[in-house]
């Protein structure tokens, strides 16, 4: 089946330093969409990335969809302790009609160092 | 404001009981979802419906049922609950998308199932 992919599991930075996480699907994607969860919360929408080589921007992070539409990254510029959680990535699922159906990735854990 | 709500933050159940997780949403959603969130897996989806009574599989759907009787509940239901059903419960709901789009889902705050 499909799957999705995501690399690091864990990311330790100090505050004020770089992070990225990547995501990496086995089939073609329509779409992707990026989600934050807060400790202790739940897993909140942030943006959805559309076309090939799509470049979005929220502040200081930057949501980058991949040429081929089966790969993305998600980079936050000089990370802040509000910044703390995990961060999934998710496309629809293959095979024709997904009825809105996602296939997350198994996130990647930032954890920020004052 | 989306607001999606479960009937518990926190549950402790005994092997072998029956047990009832509720969800409601409030923004007309037709498409209702059910995950279960483990450490280092992710998000797995159990169970959705796309319709009232409409309901499907996802990836891990053995020990559980779902009931979609009202377009803005979604009930997941662990017929004979064991301990490796000790997970956090997520619902979530969105539009409806008949092509192989999506839209983004809005996730209630979870269930912490405990099993004992």
Known sequence: ?114 | DVKVTQSSRYLVKRTGEKVFLECVQDMDHENMFWYRQDPGLGLRLIYFSYDVKMKEKGDIPEGYSVSREKKERFSLILESASTNQTSMYLCASSRYTGGASSYEQYFGPGTRLTVT
């Not at chain 1, 629809?92 to 009825?99: E, F, V």
Request: hydrophobic share 25%; net charge positive; proline share 4%.
């Open chain 1, 1 to 114: 089946g499909q799957q999705v992919m995501q690399i690091p599991q864990y990311q330790h930075v100090q505050e004020g330093e770089d992070f990225t996480t990547y995501c990496n699907s086995s089939t073609t994607l329509s779409n992707i969409q990026w989600y934050k969860q807060r400790p202790g919360g739940h897993p909140v929408f942030l943006i959805q990335l559309v076309k090939s080589g799509e470049v979005k921007k929220q502040k200081r992070l930057t949501f980058q969809f991949g040429e081929a539409k089966k790969n993305s990254s998600l980079h936050i510029t000089a990370t802040q302790t509000t910044d703390v959680g995990t961060y999934f990535c998710a496309g629809p699922n293959a095979g024709g009609t997904s009825y809105g159906k996602l296939t997350f990735g198994q996130g990647t854990i930032l954890t920020v160092h004052p």
